[in-house]
């Protein structure tokens, strides 16, 4: 186990790497000069040259990549013209409320989407699995800022029984937390419930043609033992691999709900610094957050190796 | 005797017609065979219906309205759809008919375009890196790091770069989606890079474009197909994901993303504005989910959802 770990932590190296050289190629593809298009049309001469050595633009390139690479393993990725706040500090303060509307959503996808496809592939081609895959259907079909923005509509405004918008830390009250996210939490989760009823529901069909269950039932174990621990514990093996993609999606997905309901979080934070021009504050943020995804798709990959013993096997 | 001869001195047996048909059926072209299918699923029905509506809307939007979807007309402010207005009107009193036309118009532009850049530079990667393992590697891992961002974040960066405009959206989503297809098409290319068939052309003495062109290629299409029409669902999505954060086309172009985020403001004095295009946007990418699960239950059985 402690050789899966190190060897899959080695493997993300090469990504790791390459993820933080594009990070800092993308600065260097805006057309023309960075600084101009930072400063505006009606920045002075000196005004521009103090942008350049800001940045660090005014150095040779191989300098500038130095650079670069010594403020990573500095834990320093510069400050945002925005905010005039170290871009790592600036990503930390917003990082946990991201991650608690991320997880919220990712309870309710798990439940949701595990619960709904587990039912429709037991009731196979009944009304409760053509109902529930033609939810999953229109899940992954709906957008989820429409979606927010019919629920702002019907729940905020009409009923009044949900806030509009707006964040309250949960350290503060968590019950206004709890009001303040389950909208944009649902419509966040909508997509990823989608996919996951459809990935559920094809996984344990396949599984329950398998002819260990035909043996468990043929033995006379009762129905919901074969289901519960035959069928479900090895469909859950192949399900767990798509929890990051579910998690990669869930953090897509905040940008536009932070931006919809003013959550003030990574997506927020970095939609506003791409408006503003405030290209550090992109570069540190779409590396950060891409890090953290890293880390969470080895953990994944981790989980996986430990519920599946053929892999550990294989891998030996 | 011929089939022909037969029926002149014996009555007609339906169980030979029947083979008789099924014959003549399996001589058609597999292509033929595969649209039949395709037109015996049912979901795959709904798909082209419902996608269907959208690229009439999109292709006939000139001849479907004349008024300039940017028009303003300050003394017809938000009209609730009518005869007269169709889908209403918003805070400018510009026709949200025209607009949401020309809207499905900008969007199908996007996503074939985004499509036409996939199966293009996807394909090229995806076989080059499958086919040659020298190159597999280093390409794979740049692959696998452009995977890493979430797709979104990434789109945002690089528009943030180029600039907001059409044609960049286009190139940021292609950027983040190309991997993915690349991905998809080397997969398939491995596998088939194995078979005794390719090993018996290389034996023969094909050259290596001839054997990824007429013989691997070819093999490969139906994932790649796949794929595609849920890229376009995704690609129109972003778009309007994009648009709707003012990071795509700039206003006023009429995208469904644009016209959403203008009508935010007014959303519960006038919720259409928001609504028609979002229904619209959601029948497309509907349409072309359901295309996508059609195809993938016709031409790539193994991945079946729908069982």
Known sequence: ?316 | MTASDASLDAPLDIAELEEELEIAEARQSPWRMTVVRLFRHRLFRWGLFLFGIIIIAGVLAPLLTDISPNKISMRAKFETPSLEHLFGTDNFGRSLWSRTLWGAQLSLIIGSSVVVLNAIFGTLLGAVSGYFRRLDNPLMRMNDALMAFPAILLAIAVTAVLGPSTINVILALSVVYIPRTARIVRSSVIVLRELEYVQAAIAAGAGHSRILLRHILPNALAPLIVQLSFLFAYAVLAEATLSFLGLGAVPPTPTWGNIMAEGRQYMVEAPWIISIPGVALMITVMGLNLLGDGLRDVLDPRLRIQQ
């Open chain 1, 1 to 316: 186990m402690t050789g899966i770990i190190v060897r899959r932590l080695l493997g993300a190296l090469p990504v790791l790497l390459l993820v933080s050289l594009i990070t800092f190629g993308l600065l260097r593809l805006i057309p023309g000069d960075p600084s101009a298009v930072i400063g505006g049309p009606s920045a002075t001469a000196e005004q521009l040259e103090q942008i350049r050595i800001n940045l660090g633009l005014n150095e040779p390139l191989p300098m500038q990549l130095v650079h670069w690479y010594a403020g990573l393993f500095q834990g320093d990725l510069g400050r945002s013209l925005l905010l005039g706040q170290p871009v790592v500090k600036a990503t930390f303060e917003r990082l946990p409320v991201t991650l608690g509307l991320a997880f919220y959503a990712l309870i309710i996808t798990l439940i949701v989407g595990l619960l709904s496809g587990i039912i429709a592939a037991l009731r196979q081609n009944t009304w409760i699995d053509q109902l529930s895959m033609m939810t999953a259907m229109l899940g992954i079909s709906v957008p989820n800022f429409f979606l927010g923005l019919l629920g702002i509509i019907f729940f905020a405004v009409k009923l009044g029984w949900l806030p509009t918008g707006g964040y309250v830390p949960f350290s503060e009250d968590p019950w206004q937390w709890f009001r303040s996210v389950t909208m944009p939490a649902i419509s966040l989760a909508m997509l990823q419930m989608g996919l996951l009823a459809r990935i559920t529901r094809s996984t344990m069909l396949e599984v329950l043609r398998q002819d260990y269950i035909r043996t468990a039932r043929a033995k006379g174990l009762p129905g919901r033992q074969v289901v519960l621990k035959h069928a479900l514990a090895n469909a859950l093996i192949p399900i767990t691999t798509i929890i990051g993609i579910i998690v990669s999606l869930l953090i897509s997905g905040s940008v536009v709900i932070e931006m919809l309901f003013s959550i003030p979080g990574i997506g927020q934070l970095l939609t506003q610094a791409v408006l503003n021009r405030d290209y550090p504050m992109v570069q540190g943020g779409l590396l950060l957050t891409t890090v953290f995804l890293v880390l969470v798709n080895i953990f994944v990959d981790i989980l996986y190796a430990f519920l599946d013993p053929r892999v550990r096997y294989d891998s030996k």
